[in-house]
């Protein structure tokens, strides 16, 4: 007869854990990377206003032209400042949910390793009672067989 792990209920509980820590790391990886796209759309969509500025420059550009062009060159700066920031905190918050997930999942493993030997124990147990019924049947065979023939 075995017994149940009495530990099950804060195993499925682990799990759980380890699984909605799981999930979530899934998210901050993809937020992160959605802001490092950001970020380089950024980038490149900066380096071909600049580049259309020098064109512009190179035909001759009024006052007003030129001032446009910095004033939006300025603005995709201050964004390329603000998605890195954006980046940056991803970044760590990503790091932070790898650890979280680290820690629940080093958590499930030491749970899972004590139902996994209190499995084995059972297996041991259920062993040894087999062996005993099979060790008692013999035994009374042998007492029926001998005493049945003096």
């Not at 950024?42 to 009024?62: I, N, P, S, W």
């Not at 700066?77 to 998605?83: E, K, V, Y």
Request: aromatic share 6%.
């Amino acid at each position: 007869m075995s017994t149940n792990f009495s530990l099950q209920p804060l195993l499925e509980l682990m799990r759980d854990r380890t699984d909605e820590a799981t999930r979530r790391l899934g998210q901050l990886v993809a937020a992160e990377q959605n802001a490092r796209s950001r970020l380089d759309l950024l980038t490149q969509y900066r380096e071909e206003y600049v580049q259309r500025f020098r064109d512009a420059q190179t035909q001759g550009l009024t006052l007003q032209a030129w001032q446009n062009y910095q004033d939006f060159i300025a603005k995709i700066d201050a964004a390329i400042i603000q998605q890195t920031e954006m980046v940056q905190a991803s970044a760590q918050n990503t790091a932070a949910g790898q650890e979280h997930w680290k820690t629940q999942n080093t958590k499930l493993k030491a749970i899972d390793t004590l139902a996994i030997r209190h499995q084995h124990a059972q297996q041991r147990k259920e062993l040894r009672q087999e062996q005993k019924q099979q060790d008692e049947y013999v035994t009374r065979r042998y007492q029926q067989d001998h005493n049945g023939q003096s």
